[in-house]
């Protein structure tokens, strides 16, 4: 295997790793978010907390998408790559 292709793969497995990380994370995250009606300025704390929570779980989503895009197109380039030191 050329070096440039095992330089790919070991991004891309660190890219995996990172992935895999952020779902746990984000699986945490939602362990914690709770569906409720807030009926009394006492529990307004309650809300605001959730409301965290829903947010770093948004921006959680948002750095998925993103990884996910730049892991598929380096799949893309790793297989593209050993096709053509295989075949070619």
């Known amino acids: 295997m050329s070096n440039v292709l095992m330089g790919l793969v070991v991004v891309e497995v660190v890219l995996t790793i990172i992935g895999l990380a952020i779902l746990m994370w984000r699986g945490l995250l939602g362990m914690k978010e709770d569906d409720h009606l807030v009926l009394s300025k006492a ?32 799949l893309a380039a790793i297989i593209g790559l050993w096709f053509v030191v295989e075949f070619l």
């Not at 809300?47 to 895009?69: C, F, N, P, V, W």
């Open 43 to 74: 529990e307004a704390h309650l809300e605001r907390e959730q409301q965290a929570i829903r947010h770093r779980s948004d921006t959680l989503g948002k750095y998925l998408s993103k990884l996910g895009i730049a892991w598929g197109a380096l």
